[in-house]
């Protein structure tokens, strides 16, 4: 890792509750929280707790020398389309295994709702 730059993988029990344009995209009491050095918390659910149904696999991908890479998921929503919302980390490098197979939306393109408080949307635009 890049000196000074740290990634830290929380398992908790928050509630967490995910929506776009109205439309509720996952619920989970069963979030893991990847912060990492100059990003907003990112809060990584359970595929079983998002509705994958809404989801639209696309080509687009990234790679993150501190997570690996990632595959993203756009959002099909009330005849809307959110580009690249979702991403997960299939196989991940060793340290950040704890996220493997999850999926996180960017908190600055979703209402993020934490245990039942509604969270600012953040500036990040970087995973």
């Given amino acids: 890792m890049a000196q000074g730059h740290k990634i830290t993988i929380t398992p908790t029990r ?3 509750e995910v929506a776009v344009d ?22 990584y659910l359970p595929r079983e ?40 980390y299939e196989s991940p490098i060793p340290e950040a295994e704890g996220i493997t197979g999850l999926m996180c939306f960017y908190n600055e393109r979703v209402d993020l709702i934490i245990d039942r408080q509604s969270q600012a949307r953040s500036e990040a635009a970087h995973r």
């Fill in 14 to 16: 928050l509630h967490v």
């Fill in 22 to 43: 109205g439309h509720k995209l996952a619920e989970s009491d069963r979030p893991v929280l990847l912060d990492e050095t100059g990003l907003p918390t990112r809060y």
């Fill in 49 to 88: 707790d998002v509705r994958t149904d809404l989801l639209r696999a696309t080509s687009h991908q990234s790679t993150c020398p501190f997570k690996g890479q990632a595959s993203y998921w756009s959002v099909h929503v009330g005849g809307a389309v959110h580009d690249d919302l979702v991403w997960s």
